[in-house]
């Protein structure tokens, strides 16, 4: 039971953490792509974190501002639906493979919190119910710009998820499986056998759906803010609003997760297979913990050469300080260690372990390039009109999809 | 085989509580005013013209029809395409595809036809 709960918990802090950082780079993103220095404001004791403290103020702000209720409104359905959103966005989480299943003691033991065998129908269902969360909101907001954004929403939804259905199908085919984690091993180490090259179009039509399922641009129509205020969120206030936010980017996280995992070879490390870490353990870790030792030396060296006396006058100055030295004295001690401890000699379980934490950490990595993909795709493309969003989700992807269907198959038979 | 169901269970209660809790805390630390104008539909932009219980666009109820009719379809294709590469390497593959591919057609013919009833034209 504690393995139960911990399994759950672990990820589920991981991603919730994700969920300012996201805000964050999302922010600072936008500025970047748009030339300027976005969020650097918000200071703690003269610390800033490159404008990460204003994913902690904006907390603090939202729990504490009013909780308005207006009188209009439909209350229950009103109250259900952020608290519909944002569950059905926690539990998608649960098939997830974070890294290959090891054995302890000779029972196998594996790095998801539930080990289904219907896995991605379970992730489509639960994602799926996400748009009972948006047309509750905006029905219940007896509001035209919250039902506009409600109805809308939900149509684009559902157009998107048999496009979406439709490039997994072929996916599967090649895969011959629902567990995630066989999808994964299937697709082998080798970044040429992942399924983004052997299978383009459905990586494409699964991307370009990802985005309508989670309301992101340049599908955002649900929100459109020059022409829907804020679609179906604008009756909403403080946390509750903030709840809407939170599921989107849980969304996001779920998709990009998705993205990784069924075209990208999901925890595969690139060229190097799961046995062939295991056996050179040893080797790696060295390898990899001298890696982190020059890593933070470098980074600590490049952000203390930011160091300039009388810059801001005041304690911004010494941020770089608090932040450089100790990243140079901990890469100095973490490589001095490495030198002088010399080769590691690991057990098995231990280089199982060594081999699930690097698989781990490549997920993380693709994870959150697929979502500064995300945030990278809405700062640069404007935004579509509603009869041409319904018109290429019904009148493109869908024939492509069935297209991309039949030609997987007739390339399956003919080998 | 129920038993890995467990996790879910736990995942849907923890979830729940979470979201809860977020409900409850916003509505505990807020500061309370009484009467004011944020309780009035869309507070600060122009006032309304009649109610939102209208009637909107039938097309929206036609995309719930069709994407029915799609998404069973879709769902169909799922338990064939697990078990397609087992019957390529038992030697059936031709067979069932060819069974797959005179569903689809009939699919087909059904969308073309929906196509040229311009129900997917949205204007």
């Known amino acids: 039971m504690l393995i139960i709960i911990l399994k759950i918990l672990i990820p589920f802090l991981i991603i919730f953490n994700m969920i300012p950082f996201l805000i964050w780079l999302e922010r600072k993103g936008s500025a970047y792509i748009?030339?300027?220095?976005?969020?650097?404001?918000a200071a703690f004791f003269g610390i800033r974190l490159g404008g990460?403290?204003?994913?902690?103020?904006?907390?603090?702000?939202?729990?504490?501002?009013?909780?308005?209720?207006?009188?209009?409104?439909?209350?229950?359905?009103y109250l259900l639906a952020p608290f519909l959103a944002l569950t059905v966005a926690c539990v998608t989480y649960a098939v997830v493979p974070f890294a290959h299943p090891?054995?302890?003691?000779?029972?196998?033991?594996?790095?998801?919190?539930?080990?289904?065998?219907?896995?991605?129908?379970?992730?489509?269902?639960?994602?799926?119910?996400?748009?009972?969360?948006?047309?509750?909101?905006?029905?219940?907001?007896?509001?035209?710009?919250?039902?506009?954004?409600?109805?809308?929403?939900s149509a684009q939804m559902?157009?998107?998820?048999?496009?979406?259905?439709?490039?997994?199908?072929?996916?599967?085919?090649?895969?011959?499986?629902?567990?995630?984690?066989?999808l994964v091993i299937s697709q082998g180490a080798t970044?040429?056998?992942?399924?983004?090259?052997?299978?383009?179009?459905?990586?494409?039509?699964?991307?370009?759906?990802?985005?309508?399922?989670?309301?992101?641009?340049?599908?955002?129509?649900?929100?459109?803010?020059?022409?829907?205020?804020?679609?179906?969120?604008?009756?909403?206030?403080?946390?509750?609003?903030?709840?809407?936010?939170?599921?989107?980017?849980?969304?996001?996280?779920?998709?990009?997760?998705?993205?990784?995992?069924?075209?990208?070879?999901?925890?595969?490390?690139p060229l190097m297979s799961t046995d062939f870490l295991r056996e050179q353990a040893?080797?790696?870790?060295?390898?990899?913990?001298?890696?982190?030792?020059?890593?933070?030396?470098?980074?600590?060296i490049f952000l203390l050469t930011w160091f300039k006396k009388g810059k801001y006058g005041d304690l911004r100055d010494y941020e770089v300080l608090v932040w450089g030295i100790p990243l140079v004295l901990a890469g100095l001690g973490l490589s001095l260690y490495t030198l002088l401890h010399g080769s590691f000699d690991l057990t098995p379980l231990g280089s199982q372990i060594f081999a699930a934490v690097v698989q781990f950490m490549t997920f993380m990595?693709?994870?959150?390039?697929?979502?500064?993909?995300?945030?990278?795709?809405?700062?640069?493309?404007?935004?579509?009109?509603?009869?041409?969003?319904?018109?290429?989700?019904?009148?493109?992807?869908?024939?492509?999809?069935?297209?991309?269907?039949?030609?997987?198959?007739?390339i399956l038979l003919m080998r | 085989?129920?038993?890995?169901?467990?996790?879910?269970?736990?995942?849907?209660?923890?979830?729940?509580?979470?979201?809860?809790?977020?409900?409850?805390?916003?509505?505990?630390?807020?500061?309370?005013?009484?009467?004011?104008a944020g309780d009035s539909i869309y507070e600060c932009g122009p006032a309304p013209v009649g109610g939102a219980r209208e009637r909107f666009s039938v097309k929206f109820f036609l995309v719930a029809i069709l994407f029915i009719l799609f998404d069973i379809e879709v769902v169909f294709l799922f338990p064939w395409a697990i078990l397609f590469r087992q019957f390529v390497n038992e030697g059936m593959g031709l067979f069932v595809f060819v069974e797959m591919a005179v569903f689809l057609v009939i699919l087909v013919l059904g969308y073309i036809f929906v196509w040229r009833k311009r129900a997917l034209d949205w204007r």
Not at chain 1, 34 to 41: A, F, I, T, V
Not at chain 1, 102 to 117: K, W
Not at chain 1, 238 to 248: D, G, I, L, R
Not at chain 1, 282 to 300: D, K, P
């Open chain 1, 34 to 41: 748009q030339d300027r220095h976005g969020p650097n404001r």
């Open chain 1, 52 to 77: 990460m403290l204003h994913s902690l103020a904006d907390v603090l702000k939202l729990i504490t501002k009013e909780d308005i209720i207006p009188l209009h409104v439909h209350k229950p359905f």
């Open chain 1, 102 to 153: 090891i054995e302890i003691n000779g029972e196998p033991f594996t790095f998801q919190a539930a080990d289904l065998n219907v896995g991605i129908l379970y992730i489509l269902a639960m994602a799926s119910l996400g748009v009972y969360g948006v047309m509750l909101a905006g029905w219940s907001s007896n509001n035209k710009y919250s039902l506009l954004g409600g109805v809308r929403s």
């Open chain 1, 158 to 182: 559902l157009s998107y998820e048999i496009a979406m259905g439709l490039s997994l199908i072929s996916v599967l085919m090649v895969g011959g499986s629902l567990e995630l984690n066989n």
């Open chain 1, 191 to 269: 970044p040429w056998s992942w399924n983004f090259l052997t299978q383009p179009v459905a990586f494409f039509l699964f991307t370009t759906a990802a985005f309508a399922e989670t309301n992101r641009n340049p599908f955002d129509l649900p929100e459109g803010e020059s022409e829907l205020v804020a679609g179906y969120h604008t009756e909403y206030s403080s946390m509750k609003f903030a709840m809407f936010f939170m599921a989107e980017y849980a969304h996001v996280i779920m998709a990009s997760a998705l993205i990784a995992l069924l075209f990208f070879g999901g925890w595969q490390v």
């Open chain 1, 282 to 300: 040893g080797l790696g870790l060295y390898i990899l913990l001298l890696a982190h030792g020059i890593l933070f030396m470098v980074a600590g």
């Open chain 1, 365 to 410: 990595a693709k994870i959150l390039f697929f979502c500064w993909f995300f945030i990278w795709i809405r700062w640069t493309l404007p935004r579509f009109r509603y009869d041409q969003l319904m018109g290429l989700g019904w009148k493109v992807m869908l024939p492509l999809g069935l297209m991309n269907l039949a030609v997987t198959g007739i």
């Open chain 2, 1 to 36: 085989m129920i038993s890995s169901y467990v996790p879910i269970l736990v995942l849907f209660v923890f979830a729940g509580l979470f979201a809860g809790a977020f409900l409850g805390i916003s509505a505990l630390l807020g500061p309370k005013k009484k009467s004011h």
